[in-house]
């Protein structure tokens, strides 16, 4: 089957340490995105990439760090940096205009 | 500065009629809307999308409305069934850019 895939569906961690999301895609898409829900709130980005071993920070970057060494994935890691980690993260490919997420992980930070 | 914004919260409609859901943008450069409808918990998933050369795009029963000069675009759903309760995004991008700019989202309930 083609899509994207994210795990764990739930993540628990404690304030402090770094926590690494997966993101998995076999659509052949080259771009990658990587968003951020809050209650009330619709998605902002967090970073994307375009092509391989390339990416670009989004709206509210701080905190976070990414890589994408091969074109099916790209994790994401939530630092110790980010004030407020706990949300619903989405991870996203794009073909064109069109992007197509994923099921989503939801971090809670204890 | 919100530069697509979904100005209701909730939107509520018995099955069977219209459901209209609007959307309102600041940036004239986008060029490129889109719907996304998403469940609690779920990944947003794509319904209908618009290119700012057309005024109405339809597919089954979704249709989108852009009205470029008052930077408007609307989702209208009919007739409405209650498996459409769900949250309804609207998104926009501009150019070759392809970042998707999100509104905060609509809870469409659907009475049955």
């Known amino acids: 089957d083609g899509g994207i895939t994210q795990s764990p569906k739930y993540l628990f961690r404690k304030e402090g340490q770094n926590v690494t999301l997966s993101c998995e895609q076999n659509?052949?898409?080259?771009?990658m995105y990587w968003y951020r829900q809050d209650p009330g709130q619709g998605l902002r980005l967090i970073y994307y990439?375009?092509?391989?071993?390339?990416?670009q920070k989004g709206d509210i970057a701080e905190g976070y760090s990414v890589s994408r060494e091969k074109k099916e994935s790209f994790p994401l890691t939530v630092t110790s940096a980010q004030k407020n980690p706990t949300a619903f993260y989405l991870c996203?490919?794009?073909?064109?205009?069109?992007?197509?997420f994923g099921p989503g992980t939801r971090l809670t930070v204890l | 500065d919100q530069q697509v914004k979904q100005n209701s919260p909730s939107l509520s409609v018995q099955e069977g009629r219209i459901s209209i859901l609007n959307c309102d943008y600041t940036n004239s450069m986008f060029d490129y809307f889109l719907w996304y409808k998403k469940y609690p918990a779920e990944g947003p998933t794509f319904l209908i999308s618009?290119?700012?050369?057309?005024d109405k795009n339809e597919d089954g029963r979704f249709t989108v409305f852009l009205n470029k000069s008052a930077k408007h675009l609307s989702l209208h759903i009919v007739p409405s069934q209650p498996g459409d309760s769900a949250v309804y995004f609207c998104a926009a991008s501009r150019g070759s850019n392809y970042k998707l700019t999100f509104g905060k989202g609509t809870l469409l309930t659907v009475n049955p």
């Open positions: 618009i290119s700012s050369i057309k």
């Open positions: 996203a490919s794009g073909l064109h205009n069109e992007q197509f």
């Open positions: 990439s375009q092509i391989v071993n390339d990416f």
């Open positions: 659509l052949n898409h080259d771009a």
